[in-house]
């Protein structure tokens, strides 16, 4: 078992002959192979023989709350209780703090609506009139895994719909409010769009694979490693129904 380093009160109390057998014999180990640790505890001895020395002892008629050494051993005993009181202190700290951030997690959750920002992306890029910026525009799903390697740290492969229809087209790197996150965008010959999107959990500590209808749109999400993902399609066009019977949970 490891042994405490004795603190300044502790090794006051060693060179008076205050400790218990077992403390007393954990700091002569201490001592015995730690030299400043020796240093310490000789500069103790020598000031305390020095005090010893330098006051004759107190009369008969001295009033106890007068004597020198019953004065030393009550700062002492102060000093330890001021840390042990300092101890307390940070442990209440860090468990109130340990509580605070279960507390915001919670809010948090409650609050949270799972991959809105990657339904948000799939209206703004996916079904958009205008033509949007992209980061990389190709076909070529090589390309984009490169791309997506760049930007994340061992991101999922990037999946294959290629046997419904769907390949993909562009990617584009988006700002979330849990970090960076990029979006891939599928299209089949119809230009019907799906949409891939990748993110870090931010926050969000706990976080079970599942789906969320909002409108006519349908994510289906689930976290691999480092980061979250969702695939974004729409509920009301039949050639997006076998992608989601594909995400369903189980099969992902």
Request: hydrophobic share 40%; charged share 15%; glycine share 4%.
């Given at each position: 078992m490891k042994m405490l380093i004795p603190t300044e009160p502790e090794l006051h109390a060693y060179v008076d002959g205050e400790l218990d057998e077992t403390r007393r014999r954990q700091i002569e180990s201490l001592i015995a192979s730690q030299p400043e640790l020796a240093r310490q505890a000789e500069q103790i001895r020598q000031e305390s023989q020095r005090l010893r020395a330098s006051m004759e002892p107190p009369p008969a008629d001295t009033p106890v709350r007068l004597d020198p050494f019953r004065i030393r051993r009550e700062l002492r005993d102060r000093m330890r209780h001021r840390v042990a009181v300092a101890a307390s202190l940070v442990l209440a700290l860090t468990v109130g703090g340990m509580g605070?951030?279960?507390?915001?997690?919670?809010?948090?959750?409650?609050?949270?609506?799972?991959?809105?920002?990657?339904?948000?992306?799939?209206?703004l890029f996916a079904v958009s009139d205008t033509p949007q910026m992209v980061d990389v525009k190709t076909s070529d799903p090589r390309q984009l895994q490169t791309w997506l390697d760049q930007h994340f740290v061992q991101p999922a492969p990037l999946p294959d719909f290629s046997s419904y229809g769907f390949r993909p087209v562009s990617g584009r790197l988006m700002s979330s409010e849990q970090g960076t996150a990029a979006m891939i965008l599928y299209q089949n010959q119809k230009m019907e769009s799906i949409v891939y999107y990748v993110r870090p959990p931010g926050n969000l500590l706990h976080f079970s694979n599942g789906a969320r209808k909002e409108g006519n749109l349908l994510a289906q999400y689930w976290r691999n490693g480092r980061y979250f993902y969702a695939v974004v399609s729409a509920t009301d066009t039949p050639t997006t129904l076998p992608v989601q019977r594909a995400l369903e949970p189980g099969r992902i």
């Open positions: 605070g951030w279960q507390t915001r997690e919670i809010a948090f959750q409650q609050n949270y609506l799972p991959m809105a920002d990657a339904m948000s992306a799939y209206r």
